[in-house]
């Protein structure tokens, strides 16, 4: 499976950005979907998460009412759309997925598979 994130970029404190995510490869290995964060010198954190299977949506705290997942019914994509950033939301974004069919919120300690991140920076 491969994941091409992009759509990242240099934006204003309360401007808007959306990611995409574009997935090739076995469909079986992207039951679930998902973007995690890592800001300079701070640990990768959980964002957001969708499962196919169950239909199923989650988001970290910060991230709930600001931003928002979905997917298209091909599998093929993932969108992260981000509302009112801040420069706390400054950090490479990952994209990333599972074989498995748990629900959205059981993704928040990782995916199996990882793309390569793009970088979110937003300025003051």
């Known amino acids: 499976v491969q994941l091409q994130a992009s759509g990242g970029g240099l934006v204003q404190v309360g401007g808007s950005l959306t990611l995409s995510c574009a997935a090739t490869?076995?469909?079986?290995?992207?039951?679930?979907m998902g973007w995690f964060r890592q800001a300079p010198g701070k640990e990768r954190e959980f964002v957001a998460a969708i499962s196919w299977v169950t239909s199923s949506v989650y988001y970290a705290d910060y991230a709930e009412g600001r931003f928002t997942i979905s997917r298209d019914s091909a599998r093929d994509r993932v969108t992260l759309q981000m509302n009112s950033l801040e420069p706390e939301d400054t950090a490479v974004y990952y994209c990333?997925?599972?074989?498995?069919?748990?629900?959205?919120?059981?993704?928040?300690?990782?995916?199996?598979?990882w793309g390569a991140g793009t970088q979110v920076t937003v300025s003051s």
């Open positions: 490869g076995r469909t079986s290995s992207r039951h679930a």
């Open positions: 990333a997925s599972d074989p498995t069919y748990y629900s959205a919120n059981y993704y928040q300690k990782g995916m199996e598979y």
